[in-house]
T-cell receptor, first 121, second 112 residues
Framework: DAGVIQSPRHEVTEMGQEVTLRCKPISGHDYLFWYRQTMMRGLELLIYFNNNVPIDDSGMPEDRFSAKMPNASFSTLKIQPSEPRDSAVYFC???????????????????FGPGTRLTVL | TQLLEQSPQFLSIQEGENLTVYCNSS?????LQWYRQEPGEGPVLLVTVVTGGEVKKLKRLTFQFGDARKDSSLHITAAQPGDTGLYLCAGGRFQGAQKLVFGQGTRLTINP
């Protein structure tokens, strides 16, 4: 089975340009997460969806960032306008909310894509 | 505010040595996960611990969840170059929310 697919793998753009990152989760997974990773701040959760509905967007840094999930197999993270401080690796991850393991308190495995390395000049 | 503090942040040791990585918090977590990330790739889950005091072993890796479910450790015995990578702990606080908080990571280098 294909894992989480992200595109593009690398993006170099100039300050002020719009950037769109794309993600295809694993088929059948009902949770989708967008993360940002930098050396300074580590891996930060930006937003996550359950059944295509945004559940928590408290990690989205500001109004320049927006995310959509129009269907179960596709999500986008858009930055408009982009700034140099947005340079980072952006990861998409998906998980199955209720795999029926019966383990109380357990959080399910998140499967990460390979990431998009964004450089804003 | 970083809810999960990992230490050390960087560790470089020789092949065959033992090491321990720590993940600490003042908050209680429902469960804690350890992921490993290699350059150019996303993190991959190693283990999930749920019960306070729980110990899980994965070949030469031993994971422990603190009794109070506020901390965890990862011990590697006889480290090998293939263990090199970024190790991340991640805690879930509210069952059903599926939201994880990640530590800053420990960058481990095993020298041949």
């Amino acid at each position: 089975d294909a894992g989480v697919i992200q595109s593009p793998r690398h993006e170099v753009t100039e300050m002020g340009q719009e950037v769109t990152l794309r993600c295809k989760p694993i088929s059948g997974h009902d949770y989708l997460f967008w993360y940002r990773q930098t050396m300074m701040r580590g891996l930060e959760l930006l937003i996550y969806f359950n059944n295509n509905v945004p559940i928590d967007d408290s990690g989205m840094p500001e109004d320049r960032f927006s995310a959509k999930m129009p269907n179960a197999s596709f999500s986008t993270l858009k930055i408009q306008p982009s700034e140099p401080r947005d340079s980072a690796v952006y990861f998409c991850a998906s998980s199955l909310g209720n795999p029926g393991t019966g383990v109380l308190g357990a959080f399910n495995e998140q499967f990460f894509g390979p990431g998009t390395r964004l450089t804003v000049l | 505010t970083q809810l999960l503090e990992q230490s050390p942040q960087f560790l470089s040791i020789q092949e065959g040595e033992n090491l321990t990585v720590y993940c600490n918090s003042s908050s209680v977590f429902s469960s804690l996960q350890w992921y490993r990330q290699e350059p150019g790739e996303g993190p991959v889950l190693l283990v999930t611990v749920v019960t306070g005091g729980e110990v899980k072993k994965l070949k030469r890796l031993t994971f422990q969840f603190g009794d109070a479910r506020k901390d965890s450790s990862l011990h590697i015995t006889a480290a090998q170059p293939g263990d090199t990578g970024l190790y991340l702990c991640a805690g879930g606080r509210f069952q059903g929310a599926q939201k994880l908080v990640f530590g800053q990571g420990t960058r481990l280098t095993i020298n041949p």
